[in-house]
Each structure stands twice: as structure tokens, then as C-alpha cells.
């Protein structure tokens, strides 16, 4: 069963543009992770929020996580076209031992 | 290199067909995984394993099955593979289900 739902499904930028994508889910967490999948490849792991933290940054990427509205968001700044993929959202309940994953949101930077 | 490594990359068989898809990783990670990427159904968790000969089901565990004699290694068995079993399967490992995943690069199993 899907925990995280993202929104949009697919969302088209332009270079240099920023893109948000949202997750929600459904039960309380132990942690959430972003992943990014390039078409029909591995999924590489981008950050992970644990469940009392708020805010967390990587590089461009800054993730944010509100457990009073079980949702959460990744944000890409100045975006590139290298960062065209789909971002999973996933998360571990607590006291949970699998990580779950939402839909993806399919992200298409164009140059 | 740290990896996970699945083979085969790419498999056709016949429905019934008894095959293996072998999974390994070189982190020494405790916890091993096992998924199905479907169109619209996305991720869905097949098997998963926390440690050495302990093995739990996770939401799609039926026509499936797993071991875990070594903690390097985790295969992905399927018994009498069917149609609906065609898919894009991913092993993954991590020191625990509270750290990030690291993915393999994916085995597409066709079953005609």
C-alpha cells in the first residue's frame, strides 16, 4: 500500500527555475527520504528527514517536513536539465521495519 | 565501489520457468530489499530482510520468495512465474530501514 502521495505528478520548468514537489502521507513516521530515479534506472537516495526535524538542506535541495499535516516538500533551486527525473517520496512508520514509497512526481527541466 | 549488484539486467522466460535473480552488496549493510516498479502502482516492497536468516514479507510477497544465508547476498526467487509477475524489480540495501536505501541499477523481467 502507498504511505506518500506526491503532488504534482508532473511538473515542467525551465532551466534556472525552482521546483517544489509535495508529499503527504498517511500515518505517523519515524523518517521521510526523497529519491530520485532517472527513466528506468536505480533509484539514487537524496536526503532523510527524521520526524522531529523540520527543515533540512543539501546542496540545492531543501527539504521541509510538517507532521502536524503529515506532508512534505522538496525543493530544487536554480534547476538544471541534468535534473530531469522522478522523485519518490518514501517513508518508515514508526515502529515500522519497511520504507514505503508514493507515486513520484515526474520533473522535466528544459534548457 | 560501494554497490548493490543485480543480475540479470534483462530477463525473458516462460510462464513456470523456476529463475533466480541474485542480489549482492559490498557495504556490509544489515537490511536488504526487494521491489516491483509497475506503471501506476509504482514502488511496491516485495521482501525485505533486517538481518542473516531473518526474512519478513512486505506488501506483495505472493509468487515470491526470498533468503538471506549470508549478509552480502539476497535472491529473489520465483517458483512458477507468471504474466503478472512482468516488471522492473530493484534490490536495495541500507544499514537500517532508518537510513537511506542504496539501489541497484535493476532487473526487467519479461514473462510471456
Redesign the interface.
Known amino acids: 500500500?502507498?504511505q506518500g502521495e506526491e503532488d504534482p505528478q508532473a511538473l515542467s520548468i525551465q532551466e534556472g527555475e525552482n521546483a517544489t514537489m509535495n508529499c503527504s502521507y498517511k500515518t505517523s513516521i519515524?523518517?521521510l527520504?526523497w529519491?530520485r530515479q532517472n527513466s528506468?534506472?536505480?533509484?539514487?537516495?537524496l536526503i532523510?528527514i527524521?520526524s522531529n526535524e523540520r527543515e533540512k538542506h543539501s546542496g540545492r535541495l531543501r527539504v521541509t517536513l510538517d507532521t502536524s499535516k503529515k506532508s512534505s516538500s522538496l525543493l530544487i533551486t536554480a534547476s538544471r536539465a541534468a535534473d530531469t527525473a522522478s522523485y519518490?517520496c518514501a517513508t518508515?512508520r514508526n515502529a515500522?521495519?519497511?520504507?514505503?514509497?508514493?507515486?513520484?512526481t515526474r520533473l522535466m527541466v528544459k534548457p | 565501489e560501494a554497490q548493490?549488484t543485480q543480475n540479470p539486467r534483462y530477463l525473458i522466460t516462460v510462464t513456470g520457468k523456476k529463475l533466480t535473480v541474485t542480489c549482492s552488496q559490498n557495504m556490509n549493510h544489515e537490511y536488504m530489499?526487494w521491489?516491483r516498479q509497475d506503471p501506476g502502482l509504482?514502488?511496491?516492497?516485495i521482501y525485505?530482510s533486517?538481518n542473516v536468516e531473518v526474512t519478513?514479507k512486505?506488501?506483495v510477497p505472493e509468487g515470491y520468495k526470498v533468503s538471506r544465508k549470508e549478509k552480502r547476498n539476497f535472491p529473489l526467487i520465483l517458483e512458477s512465474p507468471s504474466p503478472n509477475q512482468t516488471s522492473?524489480y530493484?534490490c536495495?540495501s541500507s544499514w537500517s530501514?532508518?537510513?537511506?536505501?542504496?539501489?541497484?541499477?535493476?532487473t526487467?523481467l519479461t514473462v510471456v
Open positions: 500500500s502507498q519515524n523518517n527520504q529519491y528506468g534506472r536505480g533509484l539514487v537516495h532523510l527524521r519518490f518508515v515500522g521495519n519497511m520504507l514505503t514509497f508514493g507515486g513520484g | 548493490v530489499s521491489y509504482g514502488l511496491r516492497q525485505y533486517m519478513d512486505g506488501d522492473l530493484f536495495a530501514v532508518n537510513y537511506g536505501y542504496t539501489f541497484g541499477s535493476g526487467r
